[in-house]
């Protein structure tokens, strides 16, 4: 079965380090996604990426985080000087909007742990 | 802004029924999800509902009513592995993006 890969499962990195989580949507899908969990709070959504641009954004996807698919298969979240309050899971998730109303697949995630 | 509602924690037996509620306020609606997750693990998709009542797959059974902003999960003939988080997420319109929102999770626990 198809399905989301996150790299890697697990960094820790410096406060101020830039870090870049990767995935690999599953591949038909053309709708991708990043979200984060800090521990013991709810599923937030960061930013959506449509046709090879942002298709939205929320409040907490400012100027330090950036997105890009740099091929055909990756696609990457940027953070470019971390803060210990970017400590969090990192889900990527995808979609096929082919089919009315489908779900996204949700990747493992990375856990990310800032330092 | 959107505001979704469920119970932190529920607790249940092997082989009993469990209900989870969700209530939503949320500006425009197109489609409410609900989703399982382990902990430390990704959000797996459960079901699916955009219009008015049940949809029932297996033992996972799910229903909706838009004019109430209510939904339900209902985990029939529990099992051990059933215990995890249940996600409620609502889909908005306008979103070109087509987010979720979610709620913050029930977390249930199934007991022998």
């Known amino acids: 079965e198809p399905e989301v890969t996150q790299t890697p499962s697990h960094q820790v990195t410096q406060m101020g380090q830039e870090v870049i989580l990767r995935c690999v949507p599953i591949s038909n899908h053309l709708y991708f996604y990043w979200y984060r969990q800090i521990l013991g709070q709810k599923v937030e959504f960061l930013v959506s990426?449509?046709?090879?641009?942002?298709?939205?954004k929320s409040e907490i996807f400012d100027d330090q985080f950036s997105v890009e698919r740099p091929d055909g298969s990756n696609f990457t979240l940027k953070i470019r000087s971390t803060k210990l309050e970017d400590s969090a899971m990192y889900f990527c998730?995808?979609?096929?909007?082919?089919?009315?109303?489908?779900?996204?697949?949700f990747g493992q995630g990375t856990r990310l742990t800032v330092v | 802004g959107q505001n979704i509602d469920q119970p932190t924690e529920m607790t249940a037996t092997e082989g009993a029924i469990v209900q989870i509620n969700c209530t939503y306020q949320?500006?425009?609606?197109?489609?409410l999800f609900w989703y399982q997750q382990h902990a430390g693990e990704a959000p797996t998709f459960l079901s699916y509902n955009v219009l008015d009542g049940l949809e029932e797959k297996g033992r996972f059974s799910s229903f909706l009513s838009r004019s109430k902003g209510y939904s339900y999960l209902l985990l029939k003939e529990l099992q051990m592995k059933d215990s995890a988080s249940y996600l409620c997420a609502v889909r908005a319109q306008p979103a070109a993006g087509n987010k979720l929102t979610f709620g913050g999770g029930t977390r249930v626990l199934v007991k022998p």
């Open positions: 949320t500006s425009g609606f197109n489609g």
């Open positions: 990426f449509y046709n090879n641009e942002i298709s939205e």
């Open positions: 998730a995808s979609r096929n909007p082919d089919r009315a109303n489908t779900e996204a697949f």
